[in-house]
T-cell receptor, first 111, second 110 residues
Framework: DAGVIQSPRHEVTEMGQEVTLRCKPI?????LFWYRQTMMRGLELLIY????????DSGMPEDRFSAKMPNASFSTLKIQPSEPRDSAVYFC?????????FGSGTQLSVL | KQEVTQIPAALSVPEGENLVLNCSFT??????LQWFRQDPGKGLTSLLL?????REQTSGRLNASLDKSSGRSTLYIAASQPGDSATYLC?????????FGTGTRLQVFP
């Protein structure tokens, strides 16, 4: 298994642009999590899905952030419009047998 | 609200030393606790998982203990090696979510 796959690995964009981050979880894992990591705030849970259904989005910073999981093998996290304070590493992780498996992350820089 | 704290924030030790990383949490009503390793520019890798009913788990040179009543866990690394250099994070399972600590950045020098 290739593990959790995220794309792109790096994204540099200008303030105000739309950003879409993508995630392919490990096949058979039925829960998916989006995290954001910064030096100041550490690892923060943004949203998670069980069986493609959003369960808790209380960590989503504001309405500029949205996430979807149209099927068991794909999820997106969208920021529109992006702001410099959104710069961070965004991780996707899938859950199986009480363990969390992380992707390599997307390094987002908003100028 | 569950809060997870890790001490120290950073640690630098010579190769061969045994060392202990600490994790504390404010709400003892947890389902389990997990220790992760994060290498620079990479995602997190699960090292050990301790269920709430367990006291410790071992994997190779790693041993993790859990004392739920006092809200503490320790990760013991025996005979440290330069390859152990990474950031170590603990996370407690709170209902359906994992709450992460801020991590301990470990450097093991030859």
């Amino acid at each position: 298994d290739a593990g959790v796959i995220q794309s792109p690995r790096h994204e540099v964009t200008e303030m105000g642009q739309e950003v879409t981050l993508r995630c392919k979880p490990i096949s058979g894992h039925n829960s998916l999590f989006w995290y954001r990591q910064t030096m100041m705030r550490g690892l923060e849970l943004l949203i998670y899905f069980n069986n493609n259904v959003p369960i808790d989005d209380s960590g989503m910073p504001e309405d500029r952030f949205s996430a979807k999981m149209p099927n068991a093998s794909f999820s997106t996290l969208k920021i529109q419009p992006s702001e410099p304070r959104d710069s961070a590493v965004y991780f996707c992780a899938s859950w199986y047998n009480e363990k969390l498996f992380f992707g390599s992350g997307t390094q987002l820089s908003v100028l | 609200k569950q809060e997870v704290t890790q001490i120290p924030a950073a640690l630098s030790v010579p190769e061969g030393e045994n060392l202990v990383l600490n994790c504390s949490f404010t709400d003892s009503a947890i389902y389990n606790l997990q220790w992760f390793r994060q290498d620079p520019g990479k995602g997190l890798t699960s090292l050990l998982l301790i269920q709430s009913s367990q006291r410790e788990q071992t994997s190779g040179r790693l041993n993790a203990s859990l004392d739920k009543s006092s809200g503490r866990s320790t990760l013991y690394i025996a005979a440290s090696q330069p390859g152990d250099s990474a950031t170590y994070l603990c996370a407690v399972k709170d209902t359906d979510k994992l709450i992460f600590g801020t991590g301990t950045r470990l450097q093991v020098f030859p």
